[in-house]
Nanobody
Framework: QAQLTESGGGLVQVGGSLRLSCTSS????????MGWFRQAPGKEREFVAR????????DYADSVKGRFTITRDNPENTVYLQMNSLKPEDTAVYYC????????????????WGQGTQVTVSS
């Protein structure tokens, strides 16, 4: 089981950018699909982006497509989420998560989770 640690959240104005990072303590980071999810107050946790173990496949929720980019650096055990053109509706706690043996957008398929990092977009 890997420990995941997110960083990079904060307060940003509409149209601004942030880059989230998530570092894994696990030794088999490159075996896992990595995902980013978010949860706004009073809402369920939702899928944002995912990337396959080698980084060769990735995809996004429709709400962030064209604005967010997920990448990974396997030698550094780190996955990133570059967020551009931020909107107030992007305000949420963002979580990274790891899933073994599946390329899924369902949070139930992810076994390891970070503690979350707050992103607040002000208008």
């Amino acid at each position: 089981q890997a420990q995941l640690t997110e960083s990079g959240g904060g307060l940003v104005q509409v149209g601004g950018s942030l880059r989230l990072s998530c570092t894994s303590s696990g030794r088999t980071f490159n075996f896992y699909t990595m995902g980013w999810f978010r949860q706004a107050p009073g809402k369920e946790r939702e899928f944002v982006a995912r990337i396959g173990p080698s980084g060769g496949i990735r995809d996004y929720a429709d709400s962030v497509k064209g604005r967010f980019t997920i990448t990974r650096d396997n030698p550094e055990n780190t996955v990133y989420l570059q967020m551009n053109s931020l909107k107030p509706e992007d305000t949420a706690v963002y979580y990274c998560a790891a899933a073994g043996g599946t390329y899924s957008s369902n949070p139930r398929d992810y076994g390891d989770w970070g503690q979350g990092t707050q992103v607040t977009v002000s208008s």
